[in-house]
Nanobody
Framework: QVQLVESGGGLVQAGGSLRLSCAAS????????MSWFRQAPGKERQFVGR????????SYADSVKGRFTISRDNAKKTVYLQMNSLKPEDTAVYYC????????????WGQGTQVTVSS
């Protein structure tokens, strides 16, 4: 079983930066992808971006493209979400998720970490 733990959230002023971490433990795979999602109060969960495990290729939602960057450290089994130029609308609980197939569902989720961007 795979366990994911997010960390790095906090309070930051608009225009600031934060780096979130998602550490994986248990059985891990070299296939599939790991993604970041976020959910604000009263809103549906929103896709943020993903990184493909096999080659490190990334993609992002339009709302964060150019501001957020996903990277990984394979030795540490950790995926990062670097968030720059933060906006108040980025305020949400951020979750990482993993799946073993690019065509499957996300079966593994972290507990979430709160990001609050003040104006």
């Amino acid at each position: 079983q795979v366990q994911l733990v997010e960390s790095g959230g906090g309070l930051v002023q608009a225009g600031g930066s934060l780096r979130l971490s998602c550490a994986a433990s248990g059985r891990t795979f070299s296939t599939g992808d790991m993604s970041w999602f976020r959910q604000a109060p009263g809103k549906e969960r929103q896709f943020v971006g993903r990184i493909i495990c096999a080659n490190g290729a990334t993609s992002y939602a339009d709302s964060v493209k150019g501001r957020f960057t996903i990277s990984r450290d394979n030795a540490k089994k950790t995926v990062y979400l670097q968030m720059n130029s933060l906006k108040p609308e980025d305020t949400a609980v951020y979750y990482c998720a993993a799946r073993t197939s690019l065509f499957g569902t996300y079966d593994y989720w972290g507990q979430g970490t709160q990001v609050t961007v003040s104006s």
